[in-house]
């Protein structure tokens, strides 16, 4: 190996890393909105509002925006468990795609 392929090899590694910590938060984020997203929003509708404890006009104009806030930051959260099964899936496929371009290179230097 010589110090090309090798300073090559360290930057594919990088790279992936990065790659994969941005898969990581997207998974998430994908989760969040998607299925928590629905599920809150769900709820929202079913609610029944009683003569106590309901925000009123304004938690019936802002409920949407903290609804989406909430679902972000419920499938970002580290113990997501339908978030690290999406992350699971994707990660062994995007290491799969490093691991076949970087052979690709290899054979083309």
Request: proline letters at 0%.
């Amino acid at each position: 190996m010589t110090v090309d392929t090798a300073s090559t090899s360290l930057n594919t590694a990088s790279n992936v890393d990065r790659d994969l910590a941005a898969l990581r938060k997207t998974s998430g984020q994908i989760v969040g909105s998607v299925f928590y997203g629905t599920l809150l929003k769900t709820m929202r509708q079913s609610v029944i509002k009683g003569e106590y404890g309901h925000g009123g006009r304004g938690e019936e104009v802002f409920a949407n925006q903290l609804d989406a806030i909430l679902a972000e930051r419920m499938g970002t959260a580290g113990n997501s468990g339908l978030a690290n099964v999406l992350y699971d899936r994707l990660e062994r496929q995007q290491i799969g795609m490093s691991r076949a371009s970087a052979l690709a290179q290899e054979g083309s230097a």
